[in-house]
T-cell receptor, first 117, second 114 residues
Framework: AQTVTQSQPEMSVQEAETVTLSCTYD???????LFWYKQPPSRQMILVIR??????QNATENRFSVNFQKAAKSFSLKISDSQLGDTAMYFC??????????????FGKGTHLIIQP | DVKVTQSSRYLVKRTGEKVFLECVQD?????MFWYRQDPGLGLRLIYF???????EKGDIPEGYSVSREKKERFSLILESASTNQTSMYLC?????????????FGPGTRLTVL
């Protein structure tokens, strides 16, 4: 079974600072996908960023980037120039490449990120 | 924009009742999912479906069943609700056969079983 571990239940930073959320996972598979999802206080979960395990290059989406270390099974999320709207629960998620369809995601327990004004 | 809607934001039921949670997506997605979210546990997959009338068990299917009679609708059924099923239930959908595709989530249904 796959597991995803987020070791920081809660983090708080000042607006405009850079923050890194950690995520590690455990799998014996070689082909898989990794995701970061964000759940703001309004509760609608949205995708922040994703990474295919076979790609060496770290994914970036505007102020969001990842540090993907496949050998260490680590997938951290960096948020640069943090904004008040970044306050949310952040979930790291994992999916094995099955070749036959889209399976469900395995989620970590989440990190509650608070951006202070 | 993809829209995933869930029939209720809040629901209160009694122990032993049969409960139906409905999810509808409007973007012709093949795959639909039910997760439950509990504080400190994250989200856990209950069931998913990759086609009409098809279903697959997730990590915690016990006490639940599902129905997918139409492509756009995926129902989660609690045959006999129990207090340990009090939780937030999230529905999601995604297009196609690539696991890399984004899952789009509904707003959630907070179910309380008394």
């Amino acid at each position: 079974a796959q597991t995803v571990t987020q070791s920081q239940p809660e983090m708080s930073v000042q607006e405009a600072e850079t923050v890194t959320l950690s995520c590690t996972y455990d799998t014996s598979e070689n082909n898989y996908y990794l995701f970061w999802y964000k759940q703001p206080p309004s509760r609608q979960m949205i995708l922040v960023i994703r990474q295919e395990a076979y790609k060496q290059q770290n994914a970036t989406e505007n102020r969001f980037s990842v540090n993907f270390q496949k050998a260490a099974k680590s997938f951290s999320l960096k948020i640069s120039d943090s904004q008040l709207g970044d306050t949310a629960m952040y979930f790291c998620a994992f999916m094995i490449y099955s070749g036959g369809g889209a399976d469900g995601l395995t989620f970590g327990k989440g990190t509650h990120l608070i951006i202070q004004p | 924009d993809v829209k995933v809607t869930q029939s209720s934001r809040y629901l209160v039921k009694r122990t032993g009742e049969k409960v139906f949670l409905e999810c509808v997506q409007d973007m012709d997605h093949e795959n639909m999912f039910w997760y439950r979210q509990d504080p400190g546990l994250g989200l856990r997959l209950i069931y998913f479906s990759y086609d009409v009338k098809m279903k697959e068990k997730g990590d915690i299917p016990e006490g639940y069943s599902v129905s997918r009679e139409k492509k756009e609708r995926f129902s989660l059924i609690l045959e006999s609700a129990s207090t340990n099923q009090t939780s937030m239930y999230l529905c999601a959908s995604t297009l196609g056969t690539s696991g890399y595709n984004e899952q789009f989530f509904g707003p959630g249904t907070r179910l309380t079983v008394l």
